[in-house]
C-alpha cells in the first residue's frame, strides 16, 4: 500500500509555472513507477506524464511535450511534475498516481491516487 498528497496547486496566468509535489508513505516508493493525470470539468480524466521507478524513463502526453518535466526524488519518496509555459487549456485537476505494474496512459490501470490539487491558468 502506498498513500499519495499532491501540493503545489494554484492560479497562475498564461505563461507562468507551476512545480507540483508528491508525497508518498511507506517504504516502497522506488517499488512503483508514478505518473501524473490531470481532469477537466466534464472530461475524462486523462495522461499527463509518467516516470519508471527507477527515474530511467520518462512519458508524456504530446499536449505537454517540451513544458512539462517528471522527475522524483527517491530519497525524499516524492515526485514532481514541474509545469512552465502554461495555457489556459492545462487548468484541471492535477492528480498523481502510482502503480507496481507497467506504466500506463490508461488511468484505469493504476492502482493509487492521491486526492488531487487544483490548476488553474487565466488568460
Known amino acids: 500500500q502506498v498513500q499519495l498528497v499532491e501540493s503545489g496547486g494554484g492560479l497562475v496566468q498564461a505563461g507562468g509555472s507551476l512545480r507540483l509535489s508528491c508525497a508518498t508513505s511507506?517504504?516502497?516508493?522506488?517499488?512503483?513507477?508514478m505518473g501524473w493525470f490531470r481532469q477537466a470539468p466534464g472530461k475524462e480524466r486523462e495522461f499527463v506524464a509518467a516516470?519508471?521507478?527507477?527515474?530511467?524513463?520518462?512519458y508524456y502526453v504530446d499536449t505537454v511535450k517540451g513544458r512539462f518535466t517528471v522527475s522524483r526524488d527517491n530519497a525524499k519518496n516524492t515526485v514532481y511534475l514541474q509545469m512552465n509555459s502554461l495555457k489556459p487549456e492545462d487548468t484541471a485537476v492535477y492528480y498523481c498516481?502510482?502503480?507496481?505494474?507497467?506504466?500506463?496512459?490508461?488511468?484505469?490501470?493504476?492502482?493509487?491516487w492521491g486526492q488531487g490539487t487544483q490548476v488553474t491558468v487565466s488568460s
Open positions: 516516470m519508471t521507478k527507477s527515474g530511467g524513463e520518462t
Open positions: 511507506g517504504r516502497t516508493f522506488n517499488s512503483y513507477n
Open positions: 498516481a502510482a502503480t507496481s505494474g507497467v506504466t500506463h496512459t490508461n488511468y484505469k490501470l493504476w492502482g493509487y
